[in-house]
């Protein structure tokens, strides 16, 4: 059974950081590019980073470029999120996902049950 | 970016009948088109790629169709647990997603 476990989500104070871990099982994670996604109320679903399967080829939403950076640790089947210059338009319900590649388009096959990130004072 | 339209935001539905969501996109997305299913404090759950095939372990009476900017997400007869919130999501040119339609028991 496949699983994507996230973690490090809470309370922090705008400007400050957080790291966000996804820990995959179930799957063979090294063959796959993995994502995050991140859900408000307000803005709703909305993709945030992606990082190839090697960690070679990054990629971010315009709003956290230069804040957010991508990482994975293939032999500990695992994928992070370092959330830096945090804003409280970053608040949200933070999920990794799995990529899979239909041609040359990539749909988020699988989802962790997701942490939650509050920016907050 | 593409703009993901879905319509309508509320459908009441009783159990068995059909029902039918629509999603727009701004621009064509050709088929890459997926569909998801969220219920209250869960992630989404895959049910359509491809505008049109149904996800592993994905019920038949899940169905979905079009293709360019137009999309239908049609589930046949209406299980108590098909109530939830359901989106789409074009990954034609990077990711986006429609803002939802919660599907209740009227």
């Known amino acids: 059974e496949v699983q994507l476990v996230e973690s490090g989500g809470g309370l922090v104070q705008p400007g400050g950081s957080l790291r966000l871990s996804c820990a995959a099982s179930?799957?063979?994670?090294?063959?796959?590019?993995m994502t995050w996604v991140r859900q408000t109320p307000g803005k709703g679903l909305e993709w945030v980073a992606n990082?190839?399967?090697?960690?070679?080829?990054?990629h971010f939403v315009d709003s956290v470029k230069g804040r957010f950076t991508i990482s994975r640790d293939n032999a500990k089947n695992s994928m992070y999120l370092q959330m830096n210059s945090l804003r409280a338009e970053d608040t949200a319900v933070y999920y990794c996902?799995?990529?899979?590649?239909?041609?040359?388009?990539?749909?988020?096959?699988?989802w962790g049950q997701g942490t939650l990130v509050t920016v907050s004072s | 970016e593409i703009v993901m339209t879905q319509s309508p935001a509320t459908l009441s539905v009783s159990p068995g009948e059909r029902a039918t969501l629509s999603c727009r996109a701004s621009?064509?997305?050709?088929?890459?088109l997926a569909w998801y299913q969220q219920k209250p404090g869960q992630a989404p759950r895959l049910l359509i790629y491809?505008?049109?095939t149904r996800a592993t372990g994905i019920p038949a009476r899940f169905s979905g169709s079009g293709s360019g900017t137009e999309f239908t997400l049609t589930i046949s007869s209406l299980q108590s647990e098909d109530f939830a919130v359901y989106y789409c999501?074009?990954?034609?040119?990077?990711?986006?997603f429609g803002q939802g339609t919660k599907v209740e028991i009227k």
């Open positions: 179930g799957f063979s994670f090294s063959d796959y590019w």
């Open positions: 999501q074009q990954y034609n040119n990077w990711w986006t």
């Open positions: 491809g505008a049109s």
């Open positions: 990082i190839k399967q090697d960690g070679s080829d990054k």
């Open positions: 621009q064509s997305v050709s088929s890459n």
């Open positions: 996902a799995s990529l899979r590649q239909v041609d040359y388009a990539y749909y988020f096959e699988y």
